[in-house]
């Protein structure tokens, strides 16, 4: 992970399939399971440091992640409808920060989960821009999963067959993207097949890069 990456989670509502791939949340180290509030920001549970501020210096800007994806024209209007806190005052949304943009405050990658079954419908990546943050990444075709991994963005996407239970998806995409200066471009693109062993139990059977 590059100098400088700070990983933060918001009620993690993870599912099997729902972060399989990428190594974002691991490079971090331990991660912080934080809860999101009824306003949708990110809260500091009793014991923990405020994450006021990157390694770098430069500090984050308080952001309410279910503000800014409501005022997001880019978020669908389904996303947005489905976007209400599942039990309590607890959203279906991770918040990760870091920087994949190059920019000088971190960016920041929001997955909006379902409270049915936490399958990933919504990822976003929004880059600070003239004070504001913008959305420069957007993927609305669930299930869908985005996390960073040393720099980069990776997507997971599991793969269901008809008959597929959706703990034990036949397989999964997992695509790296790359920030060129302007945009995210696709960097890699990994396929996984899934065999069906072990009473059921999925287990990798083939991969190929394309």
């Excluded at 790296?176 to 062993?197: A, C, L, M, P």
């Amino acid at each position: 992970m590059s100098a400088g990456t700070v990983v933060l989670v918001g009620t993690v509502l993870f599912a099997a399939g729902c972060a399989t791939g990428g190594t974002g949340l691991r490079d971090g180290g331990p991660a912080r399971t934080e809860p999101v509030s009824k306003s949708g920001s990110v809260t500091t549970p009793p014991g923990h440091a405020p994450a006021s501020a990157s390694p770098s210096g430069k500090a984050l800007k308080a952001v309410d992640p279910v503000a800014l994806l409501q005022a997001d024209p880019k978020v669908s209007a389904e996303v947005k409808r489905g976007l209400k806190p599942c039990t309590g005052k607890e959203y279906p949304v991770d918040v990760s920060y870091g920087k994949i943009t190059g920019s000088a405050v971190v960016d920041i990658v929001v997955n909006v989960l379902s409270c049915a079954d936490a399958l990933g419908v919504g990822s976003y990546v929004y880059r600070e821009d003239g004070g504001k943050y913008e959305n420069v990444f957007s993927d609305e075709q669930p299930p869908v999963y985005a996390e960073i991994d040393r720099g980069d963005l990776v997507v997971t996407k599991p793969v269901y067959a008809k008959s597929d239970a959706l703990a034990y998806p036949s397989g999964e995409d997992v695509i790296t993207y790359r920030w060129n200066g302007e945009k995210f471009t696709e960097q890699d693109r990994v396929h996984t097949d899934y065999s069906n062993i072990d009473g059921g139990q999925p287990a990798p059977a083939s991969t190929t890069k394309n």
